[in-house]
């Protein structure tokens, strides 16, 4: 079956960078458009980041723009999410996601000093 493993949260002060990592399973991985969903408390889920099935084409959430990259190796079958510049905003639970159906069961992000 589907599964999505999300890796790579935690606690990073502001200005400071994380790279989150979601290893897919169970499905053709280089076939499928992959997506980063975040959700912080009290708020509703937000579109974070898209990336294509070869990779050639990435859309950002406007909030995100210049700071955050995704990117996939379909050889590892894995979809990455790297945050810069990250900002106490960005604090939320981060969710890879295969339209409409398939998520992972998150990683938490938290922007603190």
């Known amino acids: 079956q589907v599964q999505l493993v999300e890796s790579g949260g935690g606690l990073v002060q502001p200005g400071g960078s994380l790279r989150l990592s979601c290893a897919a399973s169970g499905f053709t991985f280089r076939l499928y458009e992959m997506n980063w969903y975040r959700q912080a408390p009290g708020k509703e889920r937000e579109l974070v980041a898209t990336?294509?099935?070869?990779?050639?084409?990435?859309t950002y959430a406007d909030s995100v723009k210049g700071r955050f990259t995704i990117s996939r190796d379909n050889a590892k079958n894995t979809v990455y999410l790297q945050m810069s510049s990250l900002r106490p905003e960005d604090t939320a639970v981060y969710y890879c996601?295969?339209?409409?159906?398939?998520w992972g069961q998150g990683t938490q992000v938290t922007v603190s000093s």
């Open positions: 990336i294509t099935n070869g990779g050639r084409t990435t």
């Open positions: 996601n295969r339209w409409p159906d398939y």
